[in-house]
């Protein structure tokens, strides 16, 4: 099975799922389109349907009906997820690393409960699999308590019985000096303007591409993300929940001027800040591809591994790092849960914690005479 980009009617990609025989796999096509009429962004159905195409190929090895499978079935999908070789026949003579993060197959392991939420509440299921995959644990189990906790403080917490234990490791930064590293190593006005403003404004590379220039206030030193759906060089904002105002820096802002200045010709027809500068379609807006492709030449340049995601994570760190309230944190970031805003940018360093247990540890120390008392 493959994962297929298609080019709809209204000239919008989209994904669909087609099997060994290139045939659609329908029950797939027809989730990914109820979604995208509920307005979700392009790469998450394209997400979603990698993820369904894994579930289905896990399916097709074991000869099964997705409206016919039990608990004991999506148990063994979680298994063939971690299997290298992919194949529910071949399985390892000793310990191997697994193929897929634990990150990686609860995600999966989401996708395929909203499917199947999908195709119960269509009337084509007789059983409802989800509950058979969720217990209810104390309310006290709740990790996040938000300001209005106390009007659910006593319902049960949901959780899926097949979720994978997550590592806690931190997520992967940048240091100032490593920005710093890679912005010098571009070779053009446009690259070190895409790079810096990643970085300090924290846009998602979709929201970059698909700024236009009258989404610039100079003079209140400002970058409006506004939701225009999907643009001609594929580019669009997460949700139209992520439509928000950022400050930025006045250097920025006289940045962005002079490279509109060398870039944007009598001959420009597009209103997209970032353009592509050489090849046939010189003067066409930047797309994600470009943008891919100048972090691969950077890496060869400097030997930094980054990627325009990563420039965002490492301003939203370093923002919180600052003292920046994490409802603060959530707005700039276009969020719309708290919960995720925290659990992404509020982790310290071991510098941090090193800085906060010396300010306390006198306040720590017992008493000598309560030290080593007698025999």
Wanted: proline residues 3%; hydrophobic residues 35%.
């Amino acid at each position: 099975m493959r994962l297929t980009a298609i080019l709809t009617p209204d000239q919008r990609v989209r994904y669909v799922v087609l099997d060994d025989e290139g045939c659609l796999v329908e029950p797939i096509a027809r989730y990914l389109k109820h979604l995208d009429q509920r307005g979700y962004a392009r790469n998450t159905l394209r997400s979603y349907g990698t993820s369904l195409q894994l579930y289905f190929e896990y399916l097709n090895q074991k000869g099964l009906d997705f409206r016919q499978i039990t608990i004991d079935d999506l148990a063994g999908c979680v298994q063939w997820l971690k299997l290298p070789s992919g194949n529910v026949k071949v399985l390892p003579s000793h310990p191997v690393v697994q193929a897929r993060t634990n990150r990686t197959i609860n995600h999966t392991l989401t996708v395929i409960a909203g499917f199947y939420d999908y195709y119960w509440r269509r009337g084509d299921l007789e059983t409802d699999i989800n509950t058979k995959t969720r217990t209810y644990l104390s309310p006290s189990a709740r990790r996040y308590k938000s300001m209005l906790h106390h009007l659910a403080a006593d319902q049960p917490v949901a959780k899926n019985l097949l979720k994978q234990r997550e590592s806690r490791s931190k997520p992967k930064t940048l240091t100032k000096a490593q920005i710093e590293t890679l912005i010098g190593a571009c070779g053009n006005v446009r690259d070190r303007l895409l790079l810096t403003l990643l970085y300090e404004s924290g846009l998602r590379v979709g929201e970059s591409l698909a700024l236009w220039l009258e989404d610039v206030d100079v003079a209140r030193y400002q970058l409006r993300v506004r939701d225009r759906g999907e643009l001609s060089n594929g580019a669009e904002i997460k949700t139209s929940a992520a439509e928000r105002t950022i400050d930025v820096s006045p250097e920025l802002i006289y940045q962005i001027m002079d490279y509109a200045v060398i870039a944007h010709t009598e001959e420009i027809e597009t209103n997209h800040v970032f353009l592509k500068m050489r090849g046939p379609r010189t003067g066409q807006p930047l797309e994600y591809a470009d943008v891919n492709d100048l972090f691969r030449r950077l890496q060869d340049k400097t030997g930094i591994d980054a990627c325009a995601h990563l420039f965002r994570h490492t301003s939203f760190t370093h923002l919180a790092k600052a003292g920046w309230l994490p409802e603060h944190l959530r707005e700039r970031a276009g969020h719309a849960n708290f919960q995720h805003t925290y659990q992404l940018y509020v982790h310290p360093s071991e510098e941090d914690l090193r800085d906060a247990w010396e300010q306390t540890q006198e306040q720590m120390k017992l008493g000598t005479s309560q030290i080593g008392g007698k025999s």
